[in-house]
């Protein structure tokens, strides 16, 4: 069973800057993509940031040159610095891991993390 363990977040003044982290754990045979999605009250979800295995990252561009998504594949741990947060990035934020468990799984599947709060005030 995959899961993924976030951490960070919190409440912060428009302007400032949190780190979010999030560990994969459990079996798992390839991590094809780590990335982060948010949701604010009232919306749907919505990717932030993804970093495929082997490909470019790729951000929304509401958060382009502000955030930076990095992994540490050894860790299996994606990351997000956010800065010059604004009230707007106020959401729950999702790691999310596309995995294949093992070698005879042809589709990956996506696994969530349980969320965490990020609150900017303004």
């Known amino acids: 069973q995959v899961q993924l363990v976030e951490s960070g977040g919190g409440l912060v003044q428009a302007g400032g800057s949190l780190s979010l982290s999030c560990a994969a754990s459990?079996?798992?045979?390839?991590?094809?993509?780590m990335g982060w999605y948010r949701q604010a009250p009232g919306k749907q979800r919505e990717l932030v940031a993804a970093?495929?295995?082997?490909?470019?990252?790729n951000y929304s561009d509401s958060v382009k040159g502000r955030f930076a998504i990095s992994r540490d594949n050894a860790k299996k741990t994606v990351y997000l610095q956010m800065n010059s947060l604004k009230p707007e990035d106020t959401a729950v934020y999702y790691c999310n891991a596309v995995v294949r468990v093992s070698p005879f799984e042809r589709t990956p599947r996506d696994y969530w993390g349980q969320g965490t709060q990020v609150t900017v005030s303004s």
């Open positions: 970093a495929p295995s082997g490909g470019a990252t």
């Open positions: 459990g079996s798992m045979f390839s991590i094809n993509a």
